[in-house]
């Protein structure tokens, strides 16, 4: 039952069978498209692609036509309850205040947001190497679909609660493939509502000692980590630092981390312990706790919504 209840796909009910129609409404004017793609071991996954009216849709056909202008692709991943088209009014409202109808804009945005497998219209059934393997190939999507050598192309990665495991670990991932790979960098990092590890949610969810779930954890075979993945990725940029010390050869993207003051799932220890980690790396890192906020407002929050739209933009303008 491990995976059943760690992935809650399957809520709220008829969650798997939502359209993204159902919120058109409610996103407006932003545009939605689902698209197809595949994971690296073949499990079909669905992606939600949204950009505003003002952004010429020659973003994804025609790379030449937007050679002079950058193009930021934020790539969202979910925590794990509900389905991808429940997120887009959130995502919407995001994407209305960084990207404002004006076309003398000099930069693009886009959000494309992956359903894990299992999740949705995607295929199979969520498990960490799964979900592993569909991160991955949803990076290496964005990279081959938005990247082109004539184009400035930008990715920001946004995750929200077990999205920031997923989003890290993915990025430690991408990071490591990077001369094999289009590319594209990653610029950025948001991790919003992060949590430590899955030990950690395993006993901020069961905090009585009388429960035997808390000493459970050494049998959990989901056993996400975005200090891992950091770690990971530290090993990453100084594999190749030049022993008199100079600068390294490979560079992390700054993080920003948001916590919610008033979250009832995460607990309120996790965010500071994973910037204490970050520095200890030699991360850039910042946080910010969100007054107010519960687990999944943060973007609604005037500071926290300000918080990400400064930190995408100072993190893809040089």
Request: hydrophobic letters at 40%.
């Amino acid at each position: 039952m491990q995976d059943k209840l760690l992935y809650i796909s399957w809520l709220p009910p008829f969650a798997r069978s939502e359209q993204i129609s159902d919120y058109a409404g409610e996103c407006k004017p932003v545009r939605w498209e689902e698209k197809r793609i595949r994971s690296s071991d073949g499990t079909k996954l669905a992606v939600c692609e949204g950009w505003m009216p003002a952004t010429p849709r020659s973003v994804t056909q025609k790379p030449h036509a937007r050679a002079r202008k950058k193009l930021v692709v934020i790539c969202y991943f979910q925590g794990n309850g509900g389905s991808t088209p429940m997120r887009l009014p959130l995502l919407s409202q995001f994407l209305r205040t960084i990207n404002p109808p004006t076309p003398s804009s000099e930069v693009d945005y886009l959000v494309v947001a992956l359903s894990y497998r299992g999740y949705w219209k995607s295929s199979g059934r969520a498990s960490q190497i799964g979900i592993e393997l569909d991160a991955v190939a949803f990076l290496q999507w964005v990279a081959e679909t938005y990247g082109a050598p004539d184009r400035d192309v930008r990715m920001v990665l946004w995750g929200h609660s077990l999205g920031t495991a997923i989003a890290s670990s993915a990025a430690a991932t991408y990071l490591a493939r990077q001369s094999s790979s289009p590319r594209v960098p990653v610029s950025g990092m948001i991790l919003e509502a992060p949590m430590s590890s899955t030990k950690d949610m395993l006993i901020s969810l069961y905090p009585q000692k009388w429960l035997p779930y808390r000493y459970l954890w050494p049998f959990l075979w989901n056993n996400w980590s975005s200090a891992v993945a950091l770690e990971r990725m530290a090993r990453w940029r100084d594999q190749d630092r030049d022993p008199q010390g100079h600068e390294y050869e490979h560079e992390i993207p700054p993080i920003l981390l948001l916590s919610a003051e008033n979250d009832e799932v995460i607990p309120a220890y996790a965010a500071a312990e994973l910037e204490q980690e970050g520095r200890r790396l030699g991360l850039k890192v910042d946080r910010l706790d969100v007054s107010g906020a519960m687990h999944t407002e943060i973007p609604v929050k005037a500071a926290g919504r300000q918080a990400m739209n400064d930190f995408i933009k100072k993190c893809t303008t040089s």
